[in-house]
């Protein structure tokens, strides 16, 4: 196998760094923004596709398949993001004789759609919240689902996630003008302007499975994450397993991911996302047909490399394990993005001018980014992925504080400080928090500058 890494940033290191203990040549992908990154660093080879926007170089179909035809390769890795979850890609890679390390295009087509992911999931036996049936057409059929469902509810974007086209509706009055922006907003995000209605769970948790199958009958759960601490619907703090979850909850979710995963025909790595209610009810949300970001946490409870375990499996191999993994200890992972929580988040671009990471027992970080670099503006504001593991949660928060003083950066904002007042937080180091965390913590989180409004 060659293996051609269709991304950039800190998953395009972390593929490459696999692939070579594997013995697999790589090439990496670049806009003209990253030249001089990392990525193309460690890469065996490495190919211009395009300038830096990236609907004119790494969401250009035919400009990686062409870096890939060029330097010989017969895989690609799409890390996630991008092309990931795109299913004509995976089309593009399988007529030019390349293989996709992901799952099929037919399966990726499915689970891209909310609605049809839904009845999916349904069919599969999982739970799932409230609401309509299928895409909703028009206000008017929107004001019965959401009848049906029970107020508050959220109207959704068919065609994609991460709070884009989202819109969250107390009542029917509100309802028509909410509907407005979110088809607006879907349409700008997705180019299809489908919405559906879900009845909202107030203070719930967002808890998800990670999946691995071979397509040939085995299926792997590599445990759960909690990722209920998110900003703008975006996650900013994840750990495994979920802490304070009732183990009968627990075992109920990973045995219905095994049952679905086997009745989809599922292959490679994915994650089922749910939220999960303070009796310990779960409720399917959505299935990330790729590798996460956050994915390190499980690899540091579990022992495993979900990268290899992706290309063993594309390269028409077994995984090394099927079933429930066995889990040890704690791991959490603190998304360091390039903004200022100060200032609602506002992304952050510049030349690192110091740029000191943490290091020591049960620390693991994975970046791009290095001393005298620039951070682009063009892309999304990760620039590290901040994970520690040890023997039980209490220590590992120790730790994750003491990692967190330790990390130096300098010539960008970054989220480091808002890190730390979560590391020092009461509810957090109990465990005890939900996707509410942040709104409900503004006085005692400094660092996002609204303390003692």
Not at 395 to 406: C, F, G, I, N, S
Not at 429 to 441: F, I, K, V
Request: aromatic share 6%; with cysteine; proline share 6%.
């Amino acid at each position: 196998m060659k293996l051609l890494v269709a991304n950039r940033g800190e998953i395009a290191v972390r593929i490459i760094r696999t692939a070579r203990e594997m013995g697999i040549p790589t090439v990496a992908v670049y806009s003209t923004a990253d030249a001089d990154s990392l990525a193309v660093e460690l890469a065996d080879e490495a190919v211009c596709i395009g300038p830096p926007p990236a609907n004119q170089s790494y969401l250009v179909i035919q400009n990686v398949i062409g870096a890939a035809e060029v330097t010989g390769c017969d895989a690609v890795h799409p890390g996630y993001g991008f092309l990931s979850e795109n299913p004509e890609f995976a089309r593009a890679c399988a007529a030019n004789n390349l293989t996709f390390v992901g799952p099929s295009p037919e399966v990726m087509s499915r689970m891209g759609d909310k609605v049809d992911a839904k009845i999916a999931a349904k069919e599969a036996g999982l739970p799932v919240m409230p609401g309509s049936e299928g895409a909703v057409s028009n206000v008017a059929d929107a004001i019965v689902a959401a009848d049906l469902a029970g107020y508050p509810i959220l109207l959704k974007a068919a065609a994609g996630g991460g709070g884009r086209g989202m819109r969250r509706v107390e009542n029917a009055e509100e309802l028509p003008n909410a509907f407005d922006v979110a088809q607006r907003e879907a349409l700008a995000a997705f180019s299809d302007g489908s919405l559906y209605v879900e009845k909202l769970l107030e203070g719930a948790r967002h808890v998800e499975v990670q999946i691995l199958a071979d397509g040939l009958g085995g299926v792997l759960v590599a445990g759960d994450r909690e990722c209920s601490i998110q900003r703008r619907h975006q996650k900013l703090i994840e750990e495994a397993p979920a802490p304070n979850l009732p183990e009968a909850t627990r075992t109920a979710m990973h045995e219905a991911c095994l049952r679905a995963a086997k009745v989809w025909g599922y292959r490679s790595a994915g994650t089922m996302e749910f939220l999960v209610d303070a009796a310990g009810n779960f409720y399917f949300l959505e299935l990330n047909a790729r590798l996460q970001v956050e994915h390190p946490v499980t690899e540091l409870v579990t022992g495993l490399d979900l990268v290899a375990e992706q290309l063993r499996v594309a390269d028409g191999g077994l995984l090394t394990m099927t079933g429930i993994a066995p889990c040890n200890g704690a791991a959490i992972e603190c998304r360091i993005n390039a903004e200022d929580p100060s200032k609602d988040f506002m992304p952050s671009a510049g030349v690192l001018r110091r740029f000191r990471i943490a290091q020591g027992p049960g620390v693991r970080v994975d970046t791009y980014c290095q001393e005298g670099k620039m951070v682009p503006p063009n892309y999304d504001s990760l620039v590290a992925k901040l994970c520690v593991w040890a023997p039980d949660r209490t220590k590992t928060v120790a730790r994750m504080a003491r990692a967190l003083h330790e990390t130096e950066i300098e010539g960008v904002a970054t989220t480091i400080p808002l890190l730390k007042d979560i590391a020092a937080e009461r509810d957090f180091q109990a465990g005890t928090y939900t996707t509410s965390y942040l709104p409900e913590h503004e006085a005692t989180l400094p660092a996002l500058g609204r303390s003692g409004r």
